[in-house]
Protein backbone atom coordinates (compact mmCIF):
# COMPACT_ATOMS: atom_id res chain seq x y z
CA UNK A 1 0.00 0.00 0.00
CA UNK A 2 1.97 3.14 -0.86
CA UNK A 3 2.06 5.66 1.78
CA UNK A 4 -0.87 8.73 1.90
CA UNK A 5 0.95 11.48 3.51
CA UNK A 6 -1.40 13.68 4.21
CA UNK A 7 -3.44 10.70 6.37
CA UNK A 8 -0.29 10.00 8.37
CA UNK A 9 0.27 13.99 9.48
CA UNK A 10 -3.36 13.51 10.48
CA UNK A 11 -2.81 10.31 12.29
CA UNK A 12 0.30 12.41 14.15
CA UNK A 13 -2.33 15.00 14.89
CA UNK A 14 0.24 18.37 14.51
CA UNK A 15 -2.96 20.83 15.73
CA UNK A 16 -2.82 19.04 19.36
CA UNK A 17 0.79 20.33 20.01
CA UNK A 18 -0.95 23.14 21.21
CA UNK A 19 -0.95 21.32 24.50
CA UNK A 20 3.10 21.97 24.35
CA UNK A 21 2.93 25.59 24.96
CA UNK A 22 2.67 24.31 29.05
CA UNK A 23 6.34 23.78 28.70
CA UNK A 24 6.66 27.82 28.25
CA UNK A 25 5.48 28.61 31.82
CA UNK A 26 8.28 28.59 33.67
CA UNK A 27 10.32 31.11 31.20
CA UNK A 28 6.94 33.06 31.33
CA UNK A 29 6.52 33.20 35.54
CA UNK A 30 9.87 32.68 36.00
CA UNK A 31 11.06 36.10 34.89
CA UNK A 32 13.59 34.14 32.07
CA UNK A 33 12.09 35.65 28.63
CA UNK A 34 15.52 37.56 28.32
CA UNK A 35 17.66 33.91 29.17
CA UNK A 36 18.63 32.94 25.88
CA UNK A 37 20.36 29.79 26.84
CA UNK A 38 16.47 28.56 28.92
CA UNK A 39 14.39 29.61 25.64
CA UNK A 40 16.14 27.24 23.47
CA UNK A 41 15.97 24.68 26.31
CA UNK A 42 12.27 25.54 26.34
CA UNK A 43 11.97 25.15 22.56
CA UNK A 44 13.90 21.98 22.92
CA UNK A 45 11.56 21.05 25.48
CA UNK A 46 8.38 22.00 22.98
CA UNK A 47 9.25 19.78 20.25
CA UNK A 48 10.17 16.45 22.17
CA UNK A 49 6.81 16.25 23.91
CA UNK A 50 5.13 17.36 20.72
CA UNK A 51 7.13 13.94 19.14
CA UNK A 52 6.64 12.11 21.57
CA UNK A 53 2.86 12.97 21.98
CA UNK A 54 2.82 11.93 18.07
CA UNK A 55 4.13 8.68 18.88
CA UNK A 56 1.67 8.15 21.56
CA UNK A 57 -1.65 8.59 19.66
CA UNK A 58 -0.85 6.26 17.22
CA UNK A 59 -0.07 3.66 19.98
CA UNK A 60 -3.52 4.74 21.29
CA UNK A 61 -5.57 4.88 17.58
CA UNK A 62 -4.16 1.59 17.02
CA UNK A 63 -5.71 -0.13 19.94
CA UNK A 64 -9.19 2.05 19.65
CA UNK A 65 -9.18 1.08 15.82
CA UNK A 66 -12.05 -1.02 15.69
CA UNK A 67 -14.60 0.98 18.40
CA UNK A 68 -13.45 3.88 16.43
CA UNK A 69 -14.98 2.52 13.47
CA UNK A 70 -18.53 2.65 15.74
CA UNK A 71 -18.54 6.39 15.95
CA UNK A 72 -19.45 9.06 14.26
CA UNK A 73 -16.01 11.40 14.01
CA UNK A 74 -13.32 8.75 15.07
CA UNK A 75 -14.52 6.25 12.06
CA UNK A 76 -12.54 9.03 10.12
CA UNK A 77 -9.24 8.39 12.21
CA UNK A 78 -6.59 7.17 9.42
CA UNK A 79 -5.95 3.69 10.96
CA UNK A 80 -9.60 3.30 11.39
CA UNK A 81 -10.60 4.09 7.99
CA UNK A 82 -6.85 2.18 6.04
CA UNK A 83 -5.75 5.53 5.15
CA UNK A 84 -2.54 4.28 7.28
CA UNK A 85 -1.73 0.93 7.98
CA UNK A 86 -0.79 -0.29 11.43
CA UNK A 87 3.02 -0.69 9.70
CA UNK A 88 3.09 2.66 8.61
CA UNK A 89 1.57 4.16 11.86
CA UNK A 90 3.96 2.10 13.95
CA UNK A 91 7.30 3.27 11.60
CA UNK A 92 6.03 6.91 12.08
CA UNK A 93 5.89 6.71 15.77
CA UNK A 94 8.98 4.68 16.03
CA UNK A 95 10.42 7.51 13.96
CA UNK A 96 8.68 10.33 16.27
CA UNK A 97 9.66 8.96 19.72
CA UNK A 98 13.44 8.39 18.54
CA UNK A 99 13.90 12.18 17.88
CA UNK A 100 12.19 13.25 20.43
CA UNK A 101 14.04 11.45 22.92
CA UNK A 102 17.25 12.75 21.57
CA UNK A 103 16.04 16.36 21.33
CA UNK A 104 14.72 15.71 25.28
CA UNK A 105 18.35 15.00 25.90
CA UNK A 106 19.59 18.16 24.10
CA UNK A 107 17.14 20.17 26.59
CA UNK A 108 18.60 18.14 29.92
CA UNK A 109 18.56 15.07 31.13
CA UNK A 110 15.96 16.28 33.41
CA UNK A 111 13.62 16.68 30.32
CA UNK A 112 14.84 13.14 29.00
CA UNK A 113 13.54 11.68 32.45
CA UNK A 114 10.19 13.85 32.66
CA UNK A 115 9.51 12.64 28.96
CA UNK A 116 10.25 9.12 29.60
CA UNK A 117 7.77 8.99 32.24
CA UNK A 118 5.16 10.78 30.18
CA UNK A 119 5.73 7.94 27.80
CA UNK A 120 5.40 5.38 30.64
CA UNK A 121 2.28 6.57 31.81
CA UNK A 122 0.85 6.97 28.22
CA UNK A 123 1.57 3.56 27.89
CA UNK A 124 -0.39 2.52 31.00
CA UNK A 125 -3.23 5.06 30.31
CA UNK A 126 -3.40 2.93 26.97
CA UNK A 127 -3.36 -0.36 27.81
CA UNK A 128 -5.43 -0.24 31.43
CA UNK A 129 -5.70 2.82 33.07
CA UNK A 130 -8.30 4.41 30.68
CA UNK A 131 -11.02 1.90 32.13
CA UNK A 132 -10.51 3.16 35.69
CA UNK A 133 -12.58 5.83 36.43
CA UNK A 134 -11.07 8.85 38.28
CA UNK A 135 -7.15 7.29 37.75
CA UNK A 136 -8.21 7.92 33.75
CA UNK A 137 -8.70 11.72 34.54
CA UNK A 138 -5.62 11.77 36.80
CA UNK A 139 -3.75 9.98 33.93
CA UNK A 140 -4.58 12.70 31.22
CA UNK A 141 -3.44 15.50 33.86
CA UNK A 142 -0.52 14.15 34.12
CA UNK A 143 0.65 14.72 30.91
CA UNK A 144 0.09 18.51 30.83
CA UNK A 145 1.78 18.46 34.71
CA UNK A 146 4.99 17.08 33.44
CA UNK A 147 4.96 19.57 30.36
CA UNK A 148 4.80 22.06 33.31
CA UNK A 149 7.54 20.31 35.42
CA UNK A 150 9.89 19.83 32.32
CA UNK A 151 9.59 23.26 31.14
CA UNK A 152 10.21 24.23 35.05
CA UNK A 153 12.30 21.75 37.32
CA UNK A 154 13.50 20.33 33.91
CA UNK A 155 15.11 23.05 32.55
CA UNK A 156 16.82 24.39 35.82
CA UNK A 157 14.30 26.71 36.57
CA UNK A 158 12.66 26.78 40.08
CA UNK A 159 8.98 25.57 40.41
CA UNK A 160 6.34 27.82 41.71
CA UNK A 161 4.30 25.90 44.35
CA UNK A 162 1.25 27.70 43.49
CA UNK A 163 1.87 27.79 39.71
CA UNK A 164 2.56 23.96 39.91
CA UNK A 165 -1.10 23.50 41.97
CA UNK A 166 -3.03 25.86 39.60
CA UNK A 167 -1.57 23.88 36.86
CA UNK A 168 -2.65 20.52 38.06
CA UNK A 169 -6.68 21.92 38.83
CA UNK A 170 -7.04 23.47 35.33
CA UNK A 171 -5.64 19.90 33.84
CA UNK A 172 -8.11 18.32 36.08
CA UNK A 173 -10.56 20.57 35.29
CA UNK A 174 -9.86 19.84 31.37
CA UNK A 175 -10.16 16.59 31.55
CA UNK A 176 -13.47 16.13 33.45
CA UNK A 177 -14.90 18.80 31.30
CA UNK A 178 -13.95 16.16 28.08
CA UNK A 179 -15.66 13.31 30.07
CA UNK A 180 -18.70 15.51 30.64
CA UNK A 181 -19.09 16.05 27.21
CA UNK A 182 -18.43 12.09 26.36
CA UNK A 183 -20.96 11.45 29.00
CA UNK A 184 -23.31 13.48 27.31
CA UNK A 185 -23.27 12.34 23.78
CA UNK A 186 -25.62 10.28 22.68
CA UNK A 187 -26.13 10.89 19.05
CA UNK A 188 -25.71 8.09 17.01
CA UNK A 189 -26.13 5.46 19.11
CA UNK A 190 -22.26 4.69 18.62
CA UNK A 191 -20.06 2.68 21.64
CA UNK A 192 -18.74 4.92 24.25
CA UNK A 193 -15.94 4.35 26.37
CA UNK A 194 -16.27 1.50 28.86
CA UNK A 195 -15.10 4.45 31.82
CA UNK A 196 -18.33 6.63 31.28
CA UNK A 197 -20.83 3.73 32.64
CA UNK A 198 -19.17 4.59 36.03
CA UNK A 199 -19.89 8.52 36.25
CA UNK A 200 -22.84 9.88 36.44
CA UNK A 201 -23.28 13.92 35.20
CA UNK A 202 -24.08 14.84 38.91
CA UNK A 203 -20.69 13.66 40.08
CA UNK A 204 -18.45 15.18 37.08
CA UNK A 205 -20.49 18.86 37.37
CA UNK A 206 -18.66 17.69 41.11
CA UNK A 207 -15.55 17.48 39.95
CA UNK A 208 -15.80 20.32 37.50
CA UNK A 209 -16.91 22.70 40.45
CA UNK A 210 -14.16 21.45 42.48
CA UNK A 211 -11.36 21.81 39.81
CA UNK A 212 -12.55 25.25 38.48
CA UNK A 213 -12.39 26.93 42.27
CA UNK A 214 -9.27 25.15 42.60
CA UNK A 215 -7.79 26.87 39.93
CA UNK A 216 -8.95 30.33 40.90
CA UNK A 217 -8.13 29.86 44.16
CA UNK A 218 -4.65 28.54 43.59
CA UNK A 219 -4.22 30.98 40.81
CA UNK A 220 -4.98 34.45 42.85
CA UNK A 221 -2.93 32.89 45.45
CA UNK A 222 0.38 32.51 42.90
CA UNK A 223 -0.52 36.02 42.21
CA UNK A 224 -0.88 37.39 45.90
CA UNK A 225 2.42 35.01 46.67
CA UNK A 226 5.30 37.44 48.33
CA UNK A 227 7.97 35.47 46.40
CA UNK A 228 5.54 36.12 42.75
CA UNK A 229 5.77 39.54 44.11
CA UNK A 230 9.54 39.79 45.10
CA UNK A 231 10.54 38.16 41.73
CA UNK A 232 8.29 39.73 39.42
CA UNK A 233 9.04 43.06 41.19
CA UNK A 234 4.98 43.61 40.80
CA UNK A 235 1.83 43.02 43.14
CA UNK A 236 -0.47 43.75 39.89
CA UNK A 237 -0.46 40.71 38.66
CA UNK A 238 -3.83 39.98 40.53
CA UNK A 239 -5.36 42.13 38.09
CA UNK A 240 -5.11 39.01 35.43
CA UNK A 241 -7.75 37.23 37.29
CA UNK A 242 -10.53 38.03 35.93
CA UNK A 243 -9.28 36.46 32.37
CA UNK A 244 -9.09 33.21 34.07
CA UNK A 245 -12.45 33.37 35.71
CA UNK A 246 -14.09 34.89 32.42
CA UNK A 247 -11.78 31.44 30.43
CA UNK A 248 -13.59 28.78 32.77
CA UNK A 249 -17.00 30.53 32.43
CA UNK A 250 -16.66 30.43 29.20
CA UNK A 251 -15.75 27.07 29.00
CA UNK A 252 -18.04 25.52 31.04
CA UNK A 253 -20.99 27.51 28.91
CA UNK A 254 -19.87 26.01 25.65
CA UNK A 255 -19.80 22.60 27.65
CA UNK A 256 -23.28 22.61 28.96
CA UNK A 257 -25.12 24.87 25.40
CA UNK A 258 -22.47 24.02 22.77
CA UNK A 259 -21.45 20.37 22.58
CA UNK A 260 -17.90 21.00 22.81
CA UNK A 261 -15.60 19.89 25.54
CA UNK A 262 -14.61 16.76 24.11
CA UNK A 263 -11.18 18.41 22.31
CA UNK A 264 -10.02 20.95 24.40
CA UNK A 265 -7.74 21.98 22.18
CA UNK A 266 -9.83 22.54 19.32
CA UNK A 267 -12.23 24.49 21.83
CA UNK A 268 -10.06 27.07 23.08
CA UNK A 269 -8.58 27.59 19.87
CA UNK A 270 -12.24 27.66 17.52
CA UNK A 271 -14.18 30.39 20.19
CA UNK A 272 -13.74 33.68 19.53
CA UNK A 273 -14.42 34.74 22.92
CA UNK A 274 -11.69 32.47 24.38
CA UNK A 275 -9.20 33.13 21.95
CA UNK A 276 -10.14 37.09 22.68
CA UNK A 277 -9.66 36.29 25.93
CA UNK A 278 -6.46 34.43 25.95
CA UNK A 279 -5.03 37.28 23.93
CA UNK A 280 -5.90 39.76 26.36
CA UNK A 281 -4.69 37.57 29.12
CA UNK A 282 -1.21 36.78 27.62
CA UNK A 283 -0.66 40.48 27.00
CA UNK A 284 -1.82 41.52 30.19
CA UNK A 285 0.21 39.11 31.53
CA UNK A 286 3.46 39.74 29.87
CA UNK A 287 3.04 43.57 30.12
CA UNK A 288 2.75 43.41 33.57
CA UNK A 289 6.10 41.08 34.34
CA UNK A 290 7.92 42.58 31.90
CA UNK A 291 7.75 46.17 32.67
Known amino acids: MSLNLTALVRLLRPKQWVKNTFVCAGVLFGAQLQNMQLLKAAALTFVA ?15 DRESDKQHPTK ?3 PLATG ?3 PRQGFLAAAVCMGISLVVAYLADVRVLGVVVM ?3 INFAYSLRLKHQAVIDVFCIASGFML ?3 AGTWGIRIAPSGWLILTGMF ?3 FLGFAKRRAEWADVSGGHARRRVLSLYSRELLDTFLSITATGTVLSYGLYTLDPATIALHRTDKLIYTLPFVLFGLFRY ?4 HNGNKGENPSADVFTDHQIILCGIAYGGSALWLLNR
Open 118 to 120: YLA
Open 83 to 85: AVT
Open 75 to 77: RNR
Open 170 to 172: ITL
Open 252 to 255: LFLL
Open 147 to 149: RIL
Open 49 to 63: FSLMGSSVYVFNDYL
